[in-house]
């Protein structure tokens, strides 16, 4: 059976101040009890992994685990700015978010980029968390299926079975900071599209592979989408700032 779990997304947010209050107050709240069989993660600006690893360690280990919203295609060499997958395992990186459509829409990422940094995740112990997802246009045209089984197509190519390996997080763009939310029916018949896919490549793979839902989660909608057979958890933005709301997404 495929655990629930529940991915925080800071996004470029933080400081050293504000960051240390929400590891005190979320691993004080998930001691109180948190439902048996997740897992919780939260993903934090890279100047920050090294104090988030260290915050972990000093309150709460066994819950919550910490993760990177990017890495580099390349293993290492002359990539200024670049970090890669073997520096973010030697930080106690247990995810790493790839082709979030932050990083495809402003710096251009392709789908075979994508799949390249995620093959670097795992090859270093680490889980990527592939991010897929359409736009409002290429919803409101019934183009959303096909946009999406386009970049998981890109995505089975390179990495065949160690898709079982990964997490997908369904995204769509159009639902991402903007406070609207796909319907709980809507999210699961995509989800539900996404599983069928790779069943047909490798039916294990499907059965194995987590799928997340991104795109405005928030404490009163996480249940309803939590609920859905096909959607394993979710990738939390905005509300993962708040320690209270992400706590209770954690909860729902």
């Known amino acids: ?7 925080g997304n800071w996004k470029m947010n933080g400081s050293l101040a504000s960051n240390a209050s929400w590891f005190k107050s979320v691993c004080r709240g998930m001691e109180q009890g948190m439902p048996a069989g997740r897992k919780y993660a939260v993903c934090v600006p890279t100047p920050y992994l090294a104090q988030c690893s260290q915050l972990i360690q000093d309150h709460s280990p066994a819950f919550l685990s910490l993760g990177a919203q990017d890495v580099s295609a390349f ?29 495809r829409q402003y710096h251009r990422e392709t789908d075979e980029q994508v799949a390249e940094k995620a093959l670097q995740v795992l090859d270093n112990g680490m889980t990527p968390v592939i991010c897929v997802g359409e ?17 998981i197509s890109k995505q089975v190519a ?27 029916q809507m999210a699961q ?42 959607i394993d958890g979710g990738l939390i933005g905005g509300a993962s700032l708040n320690p209270q709301d992400f706590l209770a997404i954690c909860q729902a």
């Open 75 to 103: 293993s290492v060499g002359a990539y200024t700015g670049e970090v890669a997958a073997s520096m973010l395992r030697e930080l106690d990186c247990t995810y790493v978010i790839v082709g979030h459509s932050e990083r």
């Open 189 to 230: 018949d995509m989800h539900h599209a996404i599983r069928l896919q790779l069943a047909e490549f490798d039916e294990d793979v499907a059965s194995h592979v987590g799928i997340l839902y991104g795109g405005s989660v928030k404490p009163d909608n996480a249940v309803e989408l939590f609920a859905m057979p096909d």
């Open 135 to 151: 736009s409002a246009d290429e919803r409101n045209s019934g183009r959303e299926v096909e946009v999406v089984r386009g970049q």
């Open 158 to 184: 390179v990495l065949q079975d160690r898709l079982a390996d990964c997490l997908i997080a369904y995204e769509p763009i159009w639902a991402i900071g903007t406070g609207k939310v796909a319907s709980a």
């Open 1 to 7: 059976m495929r655990p629930l779990i529940v991915i």
